[in-house]
């Protein structure tokens, strides 16, 4: 009975401790909980009322003032009529006009019977590229090892465009076309595309194209090594040249990333058109496509439409997706437009239509992954995605410089889908920089999706910067960086920009998104999308493959609505026969109305109230759409049913950076080196006290690092190895890295001439911030010189030839074409300063990790190099 006694006191006495204890009276596990998801769903509705706002709003100013512009010119149409009926000429003015609708009409339907009868001719000879370069094809991926619909061409310069000679030594281009639907050659499509861009500037230019239906069995992993194995090709034939640029354009982009990351060693700079890579990103009140999944389904889809293709996914169910995202230029305004320019629009609107009517195949396997690793499950970004089992694609592994390209008037590729992916791999810049990369983006402030790599003519200015800065943009030390173009000189069409870097942080690219909270609920549709897969693979698919057959799937294709309007609108139609006559007839009769014509100014007016309601019509669609998806997938138990597909990467901290290896390594070796790499740490350190450069004191970096010696006699990757090295020991001992300079400079002649490199690249001392100025005068009394007095503006290294000790600079692997991309002696055709918020004007590309041991050989000459690393014409740039 004790024992029962003492256990009932127990009891009591730790009730009433309990009493006195003020954790017992605090909220509830249960009420905390119910406290957050109340605060979930506080912030889902502020969430969805901001883009409700948003689309309101623009719904409101952007169709009042448009409904403002066409009631006055509708008042104007009117009072013209009213004015011709008051001169007596009404009536004629209506006999011109039926005339002119007639002739229009009539020549608009034999546009559009050619454009079926192109159609048709299209899809007999397989939908070959639409270039409008001559080609020959270099390699057909069908023959390698693992064979895809892949090819390898090569552009021969048209003789009657001027494009200079390709010269063996130039770096050649590869571009890389979207395989989204269409077909290739939309890089290459006007002679003021990517293609004729590098062309009239003298580099080699290949094109990786496709053929319309895929190799049995093709994977997307198929594709990377087929498109390896083009850039090993173009190598081969170029091998005094540095490695080729590679270009993606949209789903090309992305596929560069791909190559790059599985083939770190292959590429020279990367160009990322459009390309969507962090899939999920965007603006609340914008970019309605990215909810697809969400709305109409996931995985799933891909799967089923495959299915009934008997395994083939059909590309015309893509393009009909693209063309609803704005229904009112695809289904009416290009037609207006070429029945109001029917003189002058045919020849455009033929050629466009030709690309965009050839309907391109691809594998089930190719389909799914696209759509489970990239638009649904964003696993690019957050290293996730595997071309092979157990083999991640890791961006971080990419060593080539990589340039952005994006703009705010793209509707398929946001700027926050091209760029997000940047925030999402690394902890900061600084482990950009760690890591010997070099990301330079640019973002434009209105053209399109399909500008950035056709006909825009601002697009194919930017484009023709990049290809002639890139020079300048490997003499950029490892970081972040945005280009920009700020100045411009000369008439529109001969207009020379000038261009500008600033270096930039993770919280300059967070500001182009309107947070990321947006994002969580994708992760919900991300974990749907994987059951319904799972669900309809187990549970459906196999009854729907019993019925399917090839020539039901053939039968559907032939059938698609996309097609049928083209082949119903053809020769092949016979009640269609009398057109072309007539057709001669009224080109040959062509009678335009008169300009004022009120007649005409009406017909304006209702095209444009046409256009208008069905923009109406897509912005409440888009609106429902977005509402809708977060009323599904924002609440708080989708928030909780998609915790698992939520967390990205797992990204280091900031002071796990200095843990990384080669830092590690670096700091290790902190006073060993010579005179390569005491310049190279001494620019490295004045680039960050000036924190601008303009672009001449790049293109002095570039060539001294470059093109004089003992530098130019350095290989691409022992240049890009040292540079890598020294910025980090510049960013995680700057003191010590500025204290250990006589250890490096044995010599007073070389510590002298360091100097004089040094204060060469920054120009005159009237020119120079107080910071630069600064530094300068720390290197002269740390390497105990005279202080700074006057002016360097002459090379000093090229005339002077270095002695260096043998084995006193380390042979180090790691900095892709620097030594290739050196600017041309002549001065840069654009002169006007240029301001980059920049590091250090060095080569790019990070390194192999270097060998444990440091006794490094002597260094090699540059007799004794292989032709990729030294031959060269010093005339002119390989960039």
């Known amino acids: 009975m004790k024992d029962i006694f003492d256990a009932l006191e127990k009891g009591q006495n730790e009730f009433l401790e309990s009493l006195h204890d003020a954790t017992a009276w605090g909220p509830s596990e249960r009420f905390t909980a119910l406290q957050a998801q109340a605060t979930e769903l506080s912030n889902l509705g502020e969430l969805m009322g901001r883009g409700l706002s948003k689309h309101l709003t623009r719904i409101s100013d952007d169709h009042k003032s448009r409904w403002q512009a066409t009631v006055a010119e509708y008042g104007k149409a009117v009072k013209a009529m009213g004015g011709a009926q008051e001169a007596g000429s009404l009536y004629q003015a209506w006999e011109e006009y039926w005339q002119d609708a007639s002739q229009r009409t009539v020549l608009t339907m034999d546009v559009l019977r050619k454009r079926g009868d192109n159609f048709m001719d299209h899809e007999e000879a397989g939908c070959p590229p639409v270039l409008i370069y001559d080609y020959e094809v270099v390699l057909d991926g069908a023959d390698l090892p693992r064979p895809s619909c892949y090819m390898l061409l090569k552009i021969i310069p048209p003789a009657d465009l001027p494009c200079r000679d390709p010269k063996p030594f130039k770096r050649p281009y590869i571009i890389i076309d979207p395989r989204a639907g269409h077909g290739a050659g939309i890089g290459g499509f006007k002679p003021d595309s990517q293609v004729g861009v590098a062309l009239h500037d003298g580099h080699p230019v290949y094109f990786v194209a496709f053929k319309r239906m895929p190799e049995k069995g093709q994977t997307l992993a198929d594709v990377t090594h087929a498109e390896a194995a083009f850039v090993r090709k173009v190598m081969e034939l170029h091998p005094e040249a540095p490695n080729p640029v590679v270009t993606g354009n949209c789903q090309g982009g992305w596929a560069t990333l791909l190559l790059a990351a599985m083939n770190p060693d292959l590429t020279g700079p990367i160009i990322l058109n459009g390309a969507p890579v962090s899939t999920w990103s965007g603006r609340v009140g914008e970019n309605p496509m990215r909810y697809n999944a969400g709305v109409l389904g996931g995985t799933w889809n891909a799967m089923y439409y495959s299915d009934l293709g008997h395994g083939i996914f059909d590309g015309a169910d893509i393009v009909q997706n693209f063309e609803m995202l704005n229904p009112a230029r695809n289904y009416f305004g290009k037609y207006y437009d070429l029945y109001s320019k029917v003189d002058t629009e045919p020849k455009r609107f033929l050629e466009f239509e030709r690309w965009w009517g050839g309907y391109f195949l691809l594998n089930e396997a190719e389909m799914k992954w696209i759509v489970e690793q990239l638009f649904v499950g964003n696993r690019l970004s957050k290293n996730e995605a595997q071309l092979e089992t157990g083999r991640n694609v890791d961006i971080k592994h990419i060593r080539a410089p990589i340039i952005v390209f994006a703009s ?303 530098f130019k006699s350095l290989t691409a990757d022992e240049r890009s190895f040292i540079l890598q090295e020294q910025t980090m020991i510049v960013e995680f001992a700057p003191e010590q890295a500025l204290e250990t300079l006589p250890k490096l400079l044995k010599t007073q002649q070389e510590r002298e001439l360091a100097a004089k490199v040094v204060r060469f690249v920054p120009g005159a001392i009237d020119e120079m911030t107080p910071h630069t100025l600064e530094t300068l005068q720390q290197f002269h009394e740390v390497l105990g010189l005279p202080p700074v007095s006057e002016d360097i503006l002459d090379d000093p290294l090229a005339v002077t030839d270095v002695s260096v000790e043998p084995g006193k600079e380390d042979t180090r692997a790691a900095q892709e074409e620097a030594a290739s991309n050196a600017p041309a002696k002549t001065p840069a055709k654009r002169t006007a300063p240029v301001k980059a918020s920049s590091a250090a004007a060095v080569p790019s590309k990070s390194s192999p990790r270097k060998p444990a041991t440091r006794k490094a050989p002597a260094r090699k000459t540059a007799d004794s190099r292989k032709p990729r690393s030294t031959a060269k014409k010093p005339q002119e740039s390989a960039e």
Request: overall charge negative; hydrophobic content about 40%.
């Open 408 to 710: 705010y008037g793209d509707n398929i590729t946001p700027p926050q889908q091209a760029l997000n992916w940047i925030i999402d791999t690394y902890t900061d810049e600084r482990e950009i920089a760690i890591r010997g990369q070099r990301i330079i983006y640019m973002i434009h402030e209105q053209v399109g999706h399909l500008g950035i790599f056709v006909s825009s003519k601002i697009a194919k200015k930017e484009h023709t910067e990049v290809t002639s800065t890139l020079k300048t943009i490997e003499a950029l030390a490892p970081g972040l960086y945005e280009m920009t173009i700020d100045d411009y000189e000369g008439p529109l069409l001969e207009r020379e920009f000038t261009v500008s870097f600033h270096e930039r942080k993770m919280e300059d690219l967070a500001k182009i998104d309107d947070g990321r909270d947006d994002e969580i609920p994708f992760a919900a549709v991300a974990r749907a999308s994987e059951q319904q897969a799972e669900f309809y693979d187990v549970c459906v698919r196999p009854f729907v493959q019993a019925f399917v057959t090839e020539q039901s799937a053939d039968l559907r294709r032939k059938s698609h609505p996309l097609r049928m309007q083209r082949a119903l609108f053809s020769s092949l139609n016979p009640a269609l026969g009398w057109l072309p006559g007539i057709a001669e007839r009224a080109r040959n009769e062509r009678s335009p109305a008169s300009a004022g014509n009120p007649f005409v100014e009406l017909e304006k007016v209702n095209a444009a109230l046409i256009e208008q309601s069905m923009d109406l019509f897509r912005d409440l669609r888009d609106t429902a759409y977005e509402n809708l998806f977060y009323s599904i997938w924002g609440t708080p138990y989708m928030r909780w049913f998609g915790r698992s597909k939520q967390p990205g990467r797992t990204l280091k901290r900031k002071d796990e950076l200095r843990s990384l290896p080669p830092v590690q390594a670096a700091l290790m070796h902190i006073e060993e080196g010579g005179f390569c790499e005491a310049v190279i740490r001494m620019l490295i350190l004045l680039a960050d006290s000036r924190g601008n450069v303009r672009r001449d004191r790049l293109e002095r970096s570039a060539r001294v690092l470059t093109q004089d010696e003992p």
